[in-house]
């Protein structure tokens, strides 16, 4: 069984349009993370939630928004795509908000055209 | 700042030779230090992690890590280089009292057969 998996793996869509990346992990964990990697490989933390409360929101455009119905789910949506928006977005859970040892998922790859 | 710099951002070395990855952090607190390994199109996966215990730290597939504060370096050695080992890989720095990690630009190891 996958760890962390998250859905789609590939998205592409036209600049405006909404778009949502669902994520769930299945390892008991209580934090949930959004990273951004952009095509240099460079990763950024975008959110991070501790048993559905959000706990990190880095300098991220408000078009950004996610979502935690329950401590093993993290979606995040986003509105009015942007051709900067095209990049892979990681999820990733630790076991607590203090844990160094993050499991990613396989990451979704979104263009933007 | 707290920061990490990766002092390469391409290694490429021949099958059965030594790999050495360079990663030196700012020193600001404590840290707790960490190498990933990224696949092509995969996630990240924890190779090793220090945390303030043995400063030699051994991970998973052969590779370790040596901390070592007068220098505030953790460079990822292996012995012998194998063709599976060609990935990106990513130095992480944990600092006391902040919840986000922080990521190195990435050294993308290259195996020549």
């Known amino acids: 069984d996958t760890a962390v998996s998250q859905t789609p793996k590939y998205l592409v869509t036209q600049m405006g349009n909404d778009k949502s990346i669902k994520c769930e992990q299945n390892?008991?964990?209580?934090?949930m993370y959004w990273y951004k990697q952009d095509s240099k490989k460079f990763l950024k933390i975008m959110f991070s939630?501790?048993?559905?409360?959000?706990?990190i929101n880095e300098t991220v455009p408000n078009r950004f928004s996610p979502k935690s119905p329950d401590k093993a789910h993290l979606n995040l949506h986003i509105n009015s795509l942007e051709l900067g928006d095209s990049a892979v977005y990681f999820c990733?859970?630790?076991?607590?908000?203090?844990?160094?040892?993050?499991?990613f998922g396989e990451g979704s790859r979104l263009t933007v055209l | 700042a707290q920061s990490v710099t990766q002092l390469d951002s391409h290694v490429s070395v021949s099958e059965g030779t030594p790999v050495l990855l360079r990663c030196n952090y700012s020193?600001?607190?404590?840290?707790?230090l960490f190498w990933y390994v990224q696949h092509p199109n995969k996630g990240l996966q924890l190779l090793l992690k220090?945390?303030?215990?043995?400063?030699l730290v051994k991970g998973i597939n052969g590779f370790e890590a040596e901390f070592k504060k007068s220098e505030t370096s953790f460079h990822l050695t292996k012995p012998s280089a194998h063709m599976s080992d060609a990935a990106e890989y990513f130095c992480?720095?944990?600092?006391?009292?902040?919840?986000?990690?922080?990521f190195g630009s990435g050294t993308r190891l290259q195996v020549q057969p």
């Open positions: 990733a859970s630790s076991q607590d908000a203090s844990s160094g040892e993050l499991f």
């Open positions: 390892l008991g964990h209580d934090t």
């Open positions: 939630y501790n048993n559905k409360e959000l706990i």
């Open positions: 020193s600001s607190y404590s840290p707790s």
């Open positions: 220090y945390t303030s215990a043995a400063t």
């Open positions: 992480v720095v944990s600092y006391t009292g902040r919840r986000a990690l922080t």
